[in-house]
């Protein structure tokens, strides 16, 4: 689809160019092709499901002979392969994690942990000793997003 050309069915968009097309028409392309993706990701969702409940065991089989809790194991069938992945999340007791800091020198707790500081918007927007937030500001970095463009109904 060459210079941002649609066949999307809408009757006077299907063959304009993006940028040639009404706010109209736009609205109703933006809103055909969510749709369709919608029901698109539903079919794939549908499917994955298929593929698991069909391979569950196969799956759970290669994951016990590789005494594997996480990770991949692929497995072929009629001329394909078919992988199962498990992930593997790790979560940590920051208040235990900070007693046990508590008891190393800094320069092993710098080594052994992950330290990081921050300090939430509300907080720093309510400090009012000016010299400490002069200095917390110079750690500071503020990064502002794209503009997003929504398009809507008005009611």
């Not at 109703?28 to 369709?36: D, M």
């Amino acid at each position: 689809m060459s210079d941002n050309q649609i066949n999307s069915g809408a009757p006077e968009e299907a063959n304009r160019p993006l940028r040639d097309s009404t706010l109209e028409g736009l609205s109703f392309l933006r809103g055909s092709y969510e749709a369709s993706i919608a029901n698109l990701k539903d079919w794939i969702a549908q499917i994955d499901a298929e593929l698991n409940a069909r391979f569950a065991e196969d799956f759970q089989a290669a994951f016990a002979a590789g005494d594997k809790l996480s990770g991949q194991v692929t497995v072929e069938r009629d001329g394909l392969k078919i992988t199962g992945e498990i992930s593997k999340t790790v979560k940590w007791d920051s208040k235990a994690l900070m007693a046990v800091a508590a008891t190393l020198p800094w320069e092993r707790t710098a080594k052994l942990f992950k330290i990081e500081f921050s300090v939430p918007e509300a907080t720093f927007n309510a400090i009012t000793d000016e010299d400490l937030q002069k200095k917390i500001a110079a750690a500071r970095t503020v990064k502002y997003g794209e503009l997003k463009v929504k398009l809507g109904r008005k009611e």
